[in-house]
């Protein structure tokens, strides 16, 4: 990552889903959270195509369809994590399950990768 893209407040959050939930099929639930991620005032600044990867682990699970999207904002990353996981748990997310509909990990300023049980 260049310092001018840390100094301007852009992070990149990766996000999969690979069971139908509340907000439809897997790549309708990226597209809602992507939505709800703008609405809660975060820019949403570029999003990778879609990409289907077989599930790692539990062999019986559905594939995962998997995206990464830019995000600038003024949040701590504290604060975006809550704001992420609050979606997380509107897609119908509960726990740490591994058989759920949306999954979300972030790359903070600097290179540190965030995931639920580290921030």
């Known amino acids: 990552m260049t310092p001018q893209l840390l100094l301007r407040g852009k992070v ?61 904002t003024a949040l701590s990353p504290e604060s975006l994590l809550r704001v992420l996981k609050r979606i997380e748990r509107e897609s119908g997310r509960r726990g740490e399950s591994t058989t759920v509909p949306l999954r979300r990990g972030t790359l903070l300023p600097g290179g540190v990768s965030s995931s639920p049980t580290k921030l």
């Open 12 to 72: 990149l959050v990766a996000l999969g889903a690979n069971c139908p939930g509340p907000w439809g099929t897997p790549a309708e639930t990226i597209a809602h959270a992507l939505g709800r991620i703008e609405q809660a005032n975060v820019a949403l600044r570029a999003v990778s195509p879609l990409y289907e990867t077989r599930a790692v682990g539990n062999a019986r699970q559905p594939a995962y369809v998997n995206a990464v999207a830019l995000l600038e």
